[in-house]
């Protein structure tokens, strides 16, 4: 158990007042985020939490972790519920049960983390314990736990400050690890006023240096600026697959299209076209493709295609124009393109009538698609979430392609915490992203994470502007998640040595 020594203990005398504070810190925490953007809330949050941590048996700890949790992911993805009850088709208790169970779910990793921090961690140790852990436990759920769900990582909520000045050089969960870091030396400097001047100056280094960081050029630019317009059809999911809608929506997109030939790139969202790619290829896309090679233009389009076996489909991104080829995408999203926990899950949905697609993983190796004269890496819908596909793509690509379709939680905060997600790839490998979805938020970004422009939500518009081909490796793209997360893993073993230590000399 980790002790609390320098303050008085009738402070802590009310538990449940600090099991509220547990709470109240999980949901001011899901504030940092996007749409909300108060990034430093995150680090209050934190600093809140582990100081919630501090005196306690594991079991309480575990308990307070919990709330924290059910605070930060109740909000946080609330949007699960828009999903399955306004276009999932769920019956409003069903889909608040099973919203309530995916909360429930996920709210056992801080848990988890805070179990941890007080079973293996001491006082002396816990300002580099507790980080540790943190990161550690928040890897494993973004990495591994039904095919990774990096939701609510602690560095997305980091990208106006100065922290995101690591990224490029240690990727996401290294400057997540420097927040949690931050939020343990912030709390070492309030309850020990014998360290409070070495930790606040520790804490400044930390926060001047990733400002310096956000300085650096890491690529550069190996062209001039290229022209691209990318259609937002604006189709709610509730109308995207009806048969009355599918002419409509092609004449949309093709109109749309013909309309911005002139631009060196026209990409659409994932999914534009409700149809197979071999029901609309000779009647529909071959003649726009004859179109746009004439003149000059290149079309990245996102249709789904079978396979050759039966029962073999894909979620696919094609380019036609003056270069061909077919990306499959490969990191399913588990209860929308996959079910896992076989058979019961697909009972279960079948019970409450709601249908989801079933598609196949692509190959993880996949020749990289060509448009505009480059090489580009490509990421369908919750992809982006995963930076391994973006750096797998580099050197040889110039840019970024997201296509997505949010339309599945409508006018939610979702669209706007997966375009903050897509901001960091941007940043992480250094090159612009090209995010084109079906009703937002369709977007330029800039290899430092700005937005250059976007498209407003649900207006079926085209957003038309210029992005660089890129050059270059960040630091981070050559190295990837590893050296990162074995330094953090080394880091959790001195802290854990210290217990040892502590434990034996007693």
Known sequence: ???????????????????????????????????????????????????????????????????????????????????????????????????????????????????????????????????????????????????????????????????????????????????????????????????????????AIIWLLGASLQSIAWTRAIAEPISVAMVQGSVTQDQKWRPENRLKTLQFYRSMTEAHLSSALVIWPETAIPAYLSDVYESFLLPISQLAQQKGTDLVISVPAHGQAPNEKYNAVITLGKTSGMYRKSHLLPFGEYMPWQPFSGYLLGLMNIRLGMFTPGDIEQPLLQAAGYSFATSICYEDAFAGAAIRAMPEAAFLVNVTNDGWFGNTIEPHQHLQIARMRAIETGRFMLRSTNTGVTAIIAPDGRIISQAPLFQPTVLAGWFTPMSGMTPYAKLGDKPVMGLILLILGVAVRVKRYQVSAG
């Open 1 to 203: 158990m980790v002790k609390l020594s320098g303050w008085p203990r009738d402070i802590f005398a009310y538990k449940l007042w600090l099991d509220i504070t547990a709470l109240i810190a999980g949901l001011v925490f899901t504030l940092a985020f996007a749409p909300f953007n108060q990034a430093y809330l995150a680090l209050l949050a934190l600093t809140l939490l582990f100081l919630s941590w501090l005196d306690l048996s594991p079991l309480r700890a575990f308990w307070r972790g919990y709330l924290f949790g059910l605070g930060s992911f109740g909000l946080g993805v609330s949007w699960v519920y828009v999903s399955m009850h306004d276009y999932g088709g769920a019956h409003p208790l069903v889909a608040g049960l099973l919203t309530a169970l995916f909360v429930a779910f996920w709210a056992l990793f801080p848990a988890i983390a805070a179990f941890l921090s007080v079973t293996l961690i001491r006082r002396a140790a816990f300002i580099i314990g507790f980080p540790s852990l943190w990161l550690g436990v928040e890897y494993v759920r973004g990495t591994f736990i039904l095919n990774g769900f990096p939701w609510l990582q602690l560095a997305y909520s980091q990208l106006e400050t100065p922290l995101a000045g690591y990224v490029p050089v240690v990727g996401a969960y290294g400057a997540g690890y420097l927040l949690a870091l931050s939020a343990a030396i912030l709390l070492t400097a309030i309850i020990d006023k014998h360290l409070r001047q070495r930790m606040l100056a520790i804490f």
